[in-house]
């Protein structure tokens, strides 16, 4: 992913209006996408589903799609109140491994309830 300011959580929360497209952009494949306006986003399947999960530096992550995800802060318009805004200069790597999501330098381990 480019560098920037990005949003990380449950993706549901803040694309409301594109919520029908990025499912069908996802379509249970985990991983980075791009919709049909140029905005990307990475997105994973959580290990238990909906809930709550931490990461590393104790952050909370509200989950009702079963999904975590990160997309620019730009892309959304506002800094939501919930999940974790993250700033990165530089580019970095997203992934999914046995439960375990990272986002740069953000590890949030979903088989963890």
Known sequence: MSPGEYW???????????????????????????????KK??????????????????NIYGVDSGTIGCIKVSDIGYKPRMGKIVSFSAPFKTSESNGILNFGNICINTKLF
């Open 8 to 38: 990380i959580g449950d993706l549901c929360y803040v694309m409301d209006d594109e919520w029908d497209e990025v499912c069908s952009v996802f379509n249970d494949k985990d991983g980075e996408y791009t919709m049909s306006d140029g």
């Open 41 to 58: 986003f990475a997105m994973y399947s959580t290990f238990y589903g909906d809930g709550a999960y931490e990461d590393q530096h104790g």
